[in-house]
Every structure is written in structure tokens, then in C-alpha cells.
């Protein structure tokens, strides 16, 4: 008895202890990067035009590449959610290897897919060049870095989706369909006014994923200074020119850019969900 | 449901307007005309001071992709490319022997020695001391010139084999060492002198052994299967230059090969 009670009265400061020790690591880790550099390396740093050039590629990359994730990932966790056919169990696993693979991997597989997987006698990218113009062209683009993103954000934006379309009941969908809705209209008047918490969620995830993905760029898109450098592979060009005041000024940026982000996020839906209960 | 419809209408019209915005990028930085150099990271530097003055000079574009020697070497094959220049020729005898290569060129000699905190706190001078016990070592794996450079020479001598074991990390390439020797994330590591030069925060100490360890050497490799032969060999060529690249890489603290190698125009340069 003495055992147990000991054992209550530690669980909630036991719990504290972890989570407080987390929680102390991250801010460690802000605190230390943050403490590293001055505000005149950050102003050095972004006086140069390439890496503003940077900055805007990696806002436009990513959120390109988050939106065209939802634009997919919606019906595909639609489908995973409320259909119920052969194969359902494999296309599931299918849609999770782009986040289990080693990112160097999924960079590595699209250089392949877009270089040497022949159609006919040229490859996807040479195709679209001979279709297109040299414009056209995806390997080693700003492009590329939105493919890039799209691949593994993609996944993430499916499983969060999946989640929350599992949580809302099929019966409305049902009863909709009943009252003479067709198929398409109980799945945009009923099941996503419902899910859009969800996909504002999966857009923020997939936003922040794509904020710091690397690995995959690097392969895919290159490091090309001003061309195909976006934050997260600034940081490697930075290091490679021993530049490590430059780095952590660009880390704590991108911390910065996910934190906003994801903090307003969370601002907007919570200010939604006040005025779902006033009306 | 009101709501709903005005988020998807934003969600297009934001997408749109990146979509926009991107294609621009795409499509206003045609990379007709420019050549496109696979470059060591530890050179990085350098090459990228010199790209600028060739532009300057000749009004020519060289796209740069950096990264380590090794893992260049496999995007270069599955891509394609013009110029290849890793930290070490022994990559480019690959490609030559493959048929890959028309031309190459030496720019300059590289020394691997040791790198350790500013005014070598750990009092470290010799491989031998990289197994002393109680050190952190750092070395570059097999993907980076230097890796490939040191196994090659020292693979089987006991002492390396000894500091090999008592390595606590095995990096990608030469700069990750260097920074996390000038971080004191480790106490020591080896790269390149010229690179070690780039750090401020760490002292440099050579491996007086050229038996041992010989120097490396820097080359710059057209490829055969360039788009831009002429072009190609033309940055080559002013890298190689005195008064061009040389100067830079001089500038920048690599020891520069002032002649034009002996192997240039073998294999059909005009």
C-alpha cells in the first residue's frame, strides 16, 4: 500500500520530469545556436542576394509542394478511409515507403526515374526537354526541389488525413446519400467541411517537412547557389566555405520560419473553432 | 460550408501564384550555354571565386554542384555533366579507364595532415597520437577524396589501422571534419591543408612523410560525353591558368601546378 501510494504521488512530477526534460533539450538547443552567433552575422549573412534568392525559393518550393500534397493527399486518404478493395493493405504500405526510406534513397530513386527509366528511347527528362525545350527539363531545377519535397511530404499529408477522415463517422456520408446526395457531394459537402481541421494540420506538417527536407535535394535538385538552393541546403554550402556563424544563422531561421508557421496553424484553427461555437 | 468554399479558393490561388512564380525561376535561368561543373566540397571556395572571374572575363556560365568526391561521382554518371573535379585524381583514372574522360588537367596538390584546436591543446603530431586513448578522432569515409586518398596510402600500415579503430565518427566529407574539429566537437581529424586554412579556430599539422603519405592532386576532368566540349575545356583551361584560377586558388591558399599537366590534349582537345 505504501508502494502504490509512493507510486501516485510520483507520477504526475515523474511526467513533469520527462516532458520538462524534453522540452529542455529543444530550448538547448535554440539557446546554444542562439547564443553561437550575433545579429550582425545574421544581417552579413542576408545582405548577400543569394541567399534572399534562397529564401524565397524555399517559400515557394514549399508551399507548392505542400499544397500539391494535400491536392493528392485528400482523395488518396479518401480512398483509404472509406473504400474497401483488393489490394487496400498493399497500397497502404506503398503510400508509407517514401517516409520510412533513407532520404538519400528517395533523392538517389528519382535521379533514376527521371534519367534513366526509358520510355521509348528517352528518358522522363528527355522527353520533356524534346516536348518542351531545355526549360522543361526537372533534374538539377528549382523544379526538382518541389518533386523533391512533394514525394515525402506527400505521405506524411496521407497519413494525417487518413487519420482524421477514420474519426469522422460514415454514417452522415450515409444519411446524406440517402436524402438523394451522390457519392461526390456527400464527399464535399459532408465528409470535408467536416475534415478541413485535418487538412490544415496535414498542411502544416507537410509545410515543415518540406522546410527542412535535404537529403533528397541534394541528390535531385543539386546544390546550385541561386538556382536550386533553398534554406536547408544553404546551410550545407555554408559549412562547405567554413562558414559556421552563416549556418546557424540560416538553422535558426528555418526554426523561426516553422515555428510561425506552425504557430498560426494552430492560431487559425483555434480562432475557427470560437466562432463555429458563437454561430 | 461557406468557409469551406472560400479556403479552397485561396488554397488555388495560392498555388497558382507559387506555381507562377516558380515556373518563372525555371524558365528565366535557362541553362543553355552554361557548363556544369561537379566540384569537391572542399574546394569549394575557390571554384566559386573563380566561376565569377571566368564569367567576368569570358562572359561564360559554369553551373556548380558540390558534394563529396565519391557520392559526385555517382550523380555525375546517373545525370550526366561537363567537368568533374574531385579532391583526388584517383577518381578521374576510374573514369578513365571507363572511356568517360577526353581531357583532364592538375590545378593543385593537396597534403592530408592533421587538424586540431587552435594552438593544439591535445599536443597531437602523429598518426600515432590519433590513437592515443582518451582522444576523439574524426575522419572522412571513403566518399570523400581524402578517405579514398588515406586508405589507399596507409590502409595497411598498423599505426592508421589503429587510428581508424579509435575513430569516434567517419564523416562524408573533408569540411563536416574540419568544422567539428573547430566546433571541439572532436579533438582532432585530418583533412586537407588548404581546407584547414578556411578555419580560423583550428591549427594544422602537417605529416612530414611523403613516403608515408604522398600528396594528392587536385585534377579537373572534361568528360566525353560533354555537350559543351569547347567550352568545357576553355574553364579548365583557366583554372589551370597562372593568372586565372591559379591566382585565386594561390589567394585562397592551395599550391598551385603552374604548367598545364602533361596529359592535356591527349585524348583530342583542341
Known amino acids: ?80 478511409s472509406r473504400g474497401r478493395f483488393r489490394g487496400k493493405s498493399a497500397l497502404d504500405t506503398v503510400l508509407d515507403i517514401p517516409v520510412i526510406l533513407p532520404p538519400l534513397v528517395v533523392g538517389l530513386s528519382l ?45 506524411l499529408a496521407i497519413r494525417v488525413i487518413r487519420s482524421t477522415m477514420d474519426e469522422i463517422p460514415k454514417r452522415q456520408e450515409e444519411v446524406a446519400m440517402s436524402l438523394g446526395c451522390s457519392r461526390g457531394q456527400a464527399f464535399f459537402r459532408v465528409l470535408l467541411p467536416q475534415a478541413w481541421r485535418g487538412l490544415l494540420g496535414a498542411w502544416a506538417i507537410a509545410w515543415a517537412r518540406a522546410l527542412g527536407e535535404f537529403g533528397p535535394i541534394l541528390v535531385f535538385a543539386g546544390v546550385t547557389r541561386g538556382r536550386t538552393e533553398v534554406l536547408s541546403t544553404a546551410i550545407f554550402l555554408e559549412m562547405n566555405l567554413g562558414n559556421l556563424r552563416g549556418a546557424v544563422v540560416i538553422s535558426l531561421v528555418l526554426i523561426a520560419i516553422a515555428l510561425v508557421v506552425l504557430a498560426g496553424v494552430r492560431w487559425l484553427g483555434r480562432g475557427w473553432e470560437r466562432e463555429e461555437v458563437l454561430f | 460550408m461557406l468557409h469551406f468554399k472560400r479556403i479552397l479558393v485561396l488554397f488555388l490561388v495560392v498555388l497558382g501564384v507559387a506555381v507562377a512564380g516558380l515556373w ?26 573563380a566561376v565569377a572571374a571566368f564569367k567576368e572575363s569570358s562572359g561564360e556560365r559554369v ?15 546517373l545525370a550526366g555533366g561537363d567537368l568533374y573535379l574531385p579532391a583526388d585524381s584517383s577518381y578521374l583514372d576510374s573514369f ?8 583532364r588537367l592538375s590545378l593543385c596538390n ?10 593544439n591543446p591535445a599536443q597531437i603530431f602523429t598518426v600515432e597520437d590519433l590513437s592515443r586513448q582518451g582522444l576523439r578522432i574524426a575522419l572522412c569515409n571513403q566518399s570523400a577524396a581524402i578517405g579514398l586518398h588515406l586508405e589507399k596510402h596507409l590502409g595497411s600500415d598498423p599505426r592508421w589501422r589503429m587510428a581508424v579503430s579509435s575513430a569516434v565518427v567517419s564523416m562524408g566529407t573533408v569540411t563536416e571534419v574540419a ?45 566525353a560525353a560533354s555537350k559543351n566540349h569547347e567550352q568545357a575545356h576553355r574553364f579548365a583551361a583557366f583554372l589551370n591558368n597562372s593568372e586565372g584560377g591559379g591566382r585565386i586558388f594561390r589567394e585562397a591558399g592551395y599550391r598551385t601546378i603552374p ?11 583542341p
Open chain 1, 111 to 155: 535521379l533514376i526515374l527521371f534519367n534513366h527509366l526509358s520510355l521509348g528511347e528517352k528518358s522522363i527528362d528527355g522527353w520533356l526537354v524534346h516536348v518542351f525545350g531545355e526549360g522543361a527539363r526537372v533534374t538539377f531545377s528549382p523544379v526538382a526541389v518541389v518533386v523533391a519535397q512533394f514525394t515525402v511530404c506527400c505521405a
Open chain 2, 96 to 103: 578513365e579507364a571507363r572511356g568517360m574522360l577526353s581531357s
Open chain 2, 179 to 223: 568544422q567539428a574539429v573547430a566546433l571541439g566537437v572532436v579533438d582532432a581529424g585530418i583533412v586537407w591543408d588548404a581546407v584547414a586554412d578556411q578555419f580560423q579556430e583550428i591549427d594544422f599539422v602537417a605529416l612530414d612523410d611523403e613516403a608515408l603519405l604522398p600528396t594528392a592532386q587536385a585534377v579537373i576532368g572534361v568528360l
Open chain 2, 24 to 49: 518563372q525561376r525555371q524558365i528565366s535561368r535557362d541553362d543553355g550555354g552554361a557548363v556544369l561543373l561537379y566540384c569537391a566540397a572542399g574546394l569549394q571556395a575557390p571554384i566559386t571565386e
Open chain 2, 259 to 269: 604548367t598545364l599537366d602533361k596529359n592535356v590534349g591527349r585524348v583530342g582537345i
Open chain 2, 110 to 119: 593537396l597534403s592530408a595532415g592533421i587538424a586540431v584546436a587552435h594552438g
Open chain 2, 63 to 77: 553551373e556548380l554542384r558540390f558534394g563529396g568526391s565519391g557520392s559526385l561521382a555517382a550523380q555525375l554518371e
Open chain 1, 1 to 80: 500500500m505504501p508502494i502504490a501510494c509512493l507510486l501516485t504521488c510520483l507520477f504526475l512530477p515523474g511526467v513533469g520530469l520527462m516532458a520538462g526534460g524534453y522540452v529542455c533539450l529543444i530550448l538547448g538547443m535554440l539557446l546554444a545556436g542562439l547564443g553561437f552567433v550575433s545579429w550582425q552575422d545574421a544581417v552579413d549573412l542576408f545582405g548577400k542576394p543569394e541567399l534572399r534568392s534562397a529564401l524565397g525559393l524555399t517559400f515557394l518550393t514549399c508551399t507548392i509542394s505542400s499544397l500539391m500534397s494535400i491536392l493528392v493527399a485528400v482523395p488518396a486518404a479518401f480512398l483509404l
